[in-house]
């Protein structure tokens, strides 16, 4: 079977059987494209004579070349995960990938902001939206729903206007795997999405075809996640701290400041939609550097 071919079937796959967010898909596909360019080199025209060498010379050759460990952990899942269907598949005899091994990605603490700090953030974010500019509006509503629901930025680009309970002050979210769930908000949230409903919406929408979406863009489309990151990291370039600037540091720092006042580590694992507590631990970590920040700070012996 061609690699071409093969990889078109597979990812097929991930996307109908197995729900994998696009981004996902995407990066899966883009990989095992490249490990068929380099399989093709080495004499295997075809899945039929991907084997472990081959796999193992392609990641090797990745890490000579500088790539990161979180890269080549991501790689070498997918071939893992692509060999293993080949063989259910009856593509190969056996599943070649089984015994791949790959380096971890580094664990990095992630970036959190303060909490006077995002008072200040969206502080400064009202008073431009009291302009009664749409995309200000609009702006105000995406990041107070960030970080008060700690969703993934492709989860809140896909919402619709259903998804969201007024009365109840939740919203259905579709996360990783088409897993479902349902996430509550604030009133500060509300009542930036209901200014953004009443106000905004109706004049990014007068031009345009109708549209289900929660929020579009100023043509009046979904607003895409390249959108709601450059909105976020402009908001946040200015904001002292190191480290990435997109729309994930909103969800870092709202789980953050939920363990910081007192949330049971599961619940927010509920709420960020993690299969493992062991993702969520990580904002314990953090929780635990902040504590010693201060300690250290503070504590005339530190």
């Known amino acids: 079977m061609q690699w071409d071919a093969a990889v078109d079937e597979f990812e097929l796959v991930l996307r109908v059987e197995r729900g994998l967010s696009e981004h996902t898909v995407r990066a899966y596909r883009a990989d095992l494209l490249a490990l068929g360019e380099f399989a093709e080199h080495r004499g295997a025209a075809e899945v039929e004579g991907l084997d472990l060498g081959v796999l193992r010379e392609w990641l090797w050759r990745d890490a000579q070349a500088g790539r990161a460990k979180a ?171 190191t480290g990435p600037s997109g729309p994930h540091a909103l969800r870092h720092t709202a789980a953050t400041h939920l363990l910081d006042g007192g949330a049971d580590l599961r619940a927010v694992q509920e709420l960020l939609g993690h299969a493992s507590l062991g993702t969520t631990q990580i904002y314990t970590h953090v929780s635990a550097e902040r504590l010693k920040e201060s300690y250290r700070a503070a504590h005339p012996r530190a």
């Open 71 to 241: 890269t080549l952990a991501r790689r070498a899942a997918a071939a893992r995960s692509f060999a293993t269907w080949l063989a259910r598949a009856g593509h190969t005899p056996t599943d070649v990938g089984a015994r791949l091994r790959s380096p971890k990605p580094d664990r990095r603490l992630p970036r959190v902001i303060s909490a006077a700090q995002m008072v200040d953030l969206l502080g400064r974010m009202k008073e431009r939206a009291g302009s009664g500019q749409p995309t200000s509006i609009r702006d105000l509503a995406v990041v107070e729903l960030l970080y008060a629901s700690a969703l993934r930025v492709s989860e809140l680009a896909g919402l619709d206007i259903g998804d969201i309970d007024l009365d109840r002050l939740t919203v259905r979210v579709l996360g990783k795997g088409a897993k479902e769930r349902v996430v509550p908000f604030g009133v500060p949230a509300l009542n930036a999405i209901v200014d953004y409903l009443r106000q905004a919406r109706p004049a990014l929408m007068a031009d345009a075809e109708p549209s289900n979406a929660l929020f579009v863009s100023a043509a009046g489309r979904r607003l895409g996640t390249r959108s709601v990151y450059a909105l976020v990291a402009r908001l946040l370039q200015d904001v002292p701290g």
